[in-house]
């Protein structure tokens, strides 16, 4: 299966950023594209796609939704970044709303699209997750939430082997969206982590990976996509000596 063969899709965290430009691209495919988010007049904006103004922390709507649908892609990209600062410092209503959103609402999502998708042995499901899932980040509450997503990703190929259900997961690094706007409260915290002083990536960017591995041969499974600004890099050396030793 690939693209072409595909007919409905389910994008989550459609109304913004990266889930808008996938929901987008999508539909220029000639997918029907149903376009999950909590922002109603943000969503009206997502011309050719059937908009559901809907949390998806509130699982017994989304697996209603989800499960009527029949959808051949599901598109997992739905996720905040609150608490992203000192995990010593967080709030626990943060903590909490980034774990639910980018976890807990995520597997309910993929197991609401099994079971059709079993029954008719054909599906992708694309988890939009982070390289701070792959690499340390200092950030432990949003780390956490994307390394699940990681493992989810990679425990769902084995789980879904021989029934013809596909499984990527999309790795971005440093993206131009609206994340840390919703991310953190404290205006100098913010802007500071806005500028990164770099040409960013843009969600077009992560659309066209995302379409990538749905166009791939019937035979290719695309595990993983890592992609991050050719001006960003991961990894290195550091050493912080202890000031009172």
Known sequence: MSLSDYQTAAVTGASSGIGAAVAHALSR??????????REDR???????????????????????LGSLKVDVLVNNAGVGRGFGS???A????????????????????????????????GHIVNVGSMAGLYPLSSAVYGASKGALHVLSMDLRLELQGTGIRVTEICPGRVRTEFYDAALDHPKERQRAKDSGIEELTSEDIAASVIYALDAPWRVNVNRIELQPTEQIYGGLQFTPRESR
């Open 29 to 38: 495919r000639g997918l029907k594209v149903h376009a999950i988010a909590r």
């Open 91 to 122: 709030d626990p209503i943060d903590i909490d709303c980034t774990l639910d959103t980018n976890v807990r609402a995520a597997v309910h999502a993929v197991r609401a699209v099994l079971p059709s998708m079993i029954e008719r042995g054909t």
């Open 87 to 89: 995990l010593a410092d």
């Open 43 to 65: 969503l009206a904006q997502q011309t050719g796609c059937v908009i559901h103004a809907l949390d998806i922390r509130e699982t017994e709507a989304l697996v209603a939704l």
